[in-house]
């Protein structure tokens, strides 16, 4: 079977590009394991102390923190479209002043929403005074979907989505690169907010899933490619037995 150098190396590139981004995708799963159970290990560590000194994003993402300070009822932000046990509502997000300097946004729960009027806030309660806040610091109050940034405007009580960074060049907050979820009540104190937040979720059985495509794809430009040698290779003998069945009747004719 006579092999073609072109078809060949264009199935070979193919198979050692879906091959190569199959294991791409294999270890991102295993990234993600690994930071899954990082984030099981954080859920019962000790709280991480928050003040003024900036801490980075990457170094205490999904850890267990506390601060303390006194919330600023007068910045909050309500994010909307978050539901709850299919029910419409907000998320309310505040800066936390804390203690000693500086500030960090706290997103201390869930709050209905008024179906007949997205505007008319349900009642809680903010505490006037000093408070230690205990939660895990996540890179955003959660993203929602959102068609442009006019729903996330600056200076809007209602927002669909709010960056840290953002915020804190609107107001001129010295803020921390993370926001804290806040996980519990302060202790004497109910607000009247949910805090039954979901676990986060880093969704490695989709990487798997496109490992397993990727690979499918290689088995698939290999098959195509014995299949198509195969074919060519048929077509090859049939024409070379005409070709010599054809001869064989010109000699018969020249005798």
Same mark, same amino acid.
């Given at each position: 079977?006579?092999?073609?150098?072109?078809?060949?190396?264009?199935?070979?590139?193919?198979?050692?590009?879906?091959?190569?981004?199959?294991?791409?995708? @294999?270890?991102?799963?295993?990234?993600?394991?690994?930071?899954?159970?990082?984030?099981?290990?954080?859920?019962?560590? /000790?709280?991480?102390?928050?003040?003024?000194?900036?801490?980075?994003?990457?170094?205490?993402?999904?850890?267990?923190?506390?601060?303390?300070?006194?919330?600023?009822?007068? @910045?909050?932000?309500?994010?909307?479209?978050?539901?709850?046990?299919?029910?419409?509502?907000?998320?309310?997000?505040?800066?936390?002043?804390?203690?000693?300097?500086?500030?960090?946004?706290?997103?201390?729960?869930?709050?209905? @929403?008024?179906?007949?009027?997205?505007?008319?806030?349900?009642?809680?309660?903010?505490?006037?005074?000093?408070?230690?806040?205990?939660?895990?610091?996540?890179? /955003?109050?959660?993203?929602?979907?959102?068609?442009?940034?006019?729903?996330?405007?600056?200076?809007?009580?209602?927002?669909?989505?709010?960056?840290?960074?953002?915020?804190?060049?609107?107001?001129?907050?010295?803020?921390?690169?993370?926001?804290?979820?806040?996980?519990?009540?302060?202790?004497?104190?109910?607000?009247?907010?949910?805090?039954?937040?979901?676990?986060?979720?880093?969704?490695? *059985?989709?990487?798997?899933?496109?490992?397993?495509?990727?690979?499918?794809?290689?088995?698939?430009?290999?098959?195509?490619?014995?299949?198509?040698?195969?074919?060519?290779?048929?077509? *090859?003998? /049939? *024409?070379?037995? /005409?070709?010599?069945?054809?001869?064989?009747?010109?000699?018969?004719?020249?005798?």
């Amino acid at each position: 079977m006579k092999i073609r150098l072109v078809p060949a190396l264009l199935i070979l590139i193919v198979m050692a590009v879906t091959i190569r981004l199959g294991f791409w995708q @294999r270890d991102r799963a295993h990234q993600k394991e690994a930071l899954q159970a990082q984030i099981t290990q954080y859920a019962t560590s /000790t709280p991480q102390a928050v003040g003024a000194a900036p801490l980075a994003l990457k170094d205490i993402e999904f850890h267990r923190v506390s601060a303390k300070g006194t919330f600023l009822p007068e @910045r909050v932000v309500y994010l909307d479209n978050r539901p709850y046990n299919d029910q419409p509502g907000f998320y309310v997000v505040m800066p936390l002043k804390l203690e000693g300097g500086g500030y960090v946004l706290v997103n201390r729960g869930w709050l209905p @929403r008024n179906i007949a009027d997205r505007t008319a806030i349900a009642p809680y309660e903010t505490p006037p005074g000093p408070v230690e806040v205990v939660g895990i610091a996540r890179a /955003t109050a959660t993203q929602a979907f959102e068609l442009g940034a006019g729903g996330s405007a600056p200076h809007q009580k209602i927002r669909q989505n709010l960056g840290v960074a953002s915020y804190a060049a609107e107001t001129g907050l010295p803020l921390q690169p993370f926001v804290i979820q806040q996980t519990g009540f302060v202790p004497g104190f109910k607000d009247g907010l949910v805090r039954d937040w979901p676990v986060p979720d880093t969704d490695v *059985e989709r990487n798997y899933g496109y490992m397993l495509q990727w690979w499918g794809m290689a088995l698939a430009a290999l098959g195509f490619g014995v299949y198509a040698a195969r074919k060519a290779a048929a077509k *090859e003998r /049939t *024409e070379g037995a /005409t070709r010599r069945q054809a001869g064989s009747n010109g000699s018969a004719k020249d005798a």
